[in-house]
Nanobody, 123 residues
Framework: QVQLVESGGGLVQAGDSLRLSCAAS????????VAWFRQAPGKEREFVAA????????YYADSVKARFTISRDNAKNTVYLQMNSLKPEDTAAYYC????????????????WGQGTQVTVSS
């Protein structure tokens, strides 16, 4: 099992940037995909971006592709989500999750989840 802890959320203004971190611990991660999902109030949780620990695989939701960047620091066992040009519609609780199914965007394929970090973007 992989344990995940998110950090870096906060209250920002539209157009600002924010970097979220997801620190992983537990068993070996080399076979895992780590993804960011988000859930806005009253809405379903949605896929944001994902990255593999092993051979480089990165993919994004179309809604964030031009503004968000996912990256990893293997030495720190941490995955980051750099969010630029934030919009009020980016307001949500952001969760990182780990799974083994490459290219998946479905939360059901991710078995380990963090507790979430809140991002609020004011207009």
């Amino acid at each position: 099992q992989v344990q995940l802890v998110e950090s870096g959320g906060g209250l920002v203004q539209a157009g600002d940037s924010l970097r979220l971190s997801c620190a992983a611990s537990g068993r070996s991660f080399s076979a895992y995909i780590v993804a960011w999902f988000r859930q806005a109030p009253g809405k379903e949780r949605e896929f944001v971006a994902a990255i593999s620990w092993g051979p480089s695989t990165i993919y994004y939701a179309d809604s964030v592709k031009a503004r968000f960047t996912i990256s990893r620091d293997n030495a720190k066992n941490t995955v980051y989500l750099q969010m630029n040009s934030l919009k009020p519609e980016d307001t949500a609780a952001y969760y990182c999750a780990a799974g083994r199914k490459y290219t998946s965007r479905s939360e059901s394929d991710f078995g380990s989840w963090g507790q979430g970090t809140q991002v609020t973007v004011s207009s």
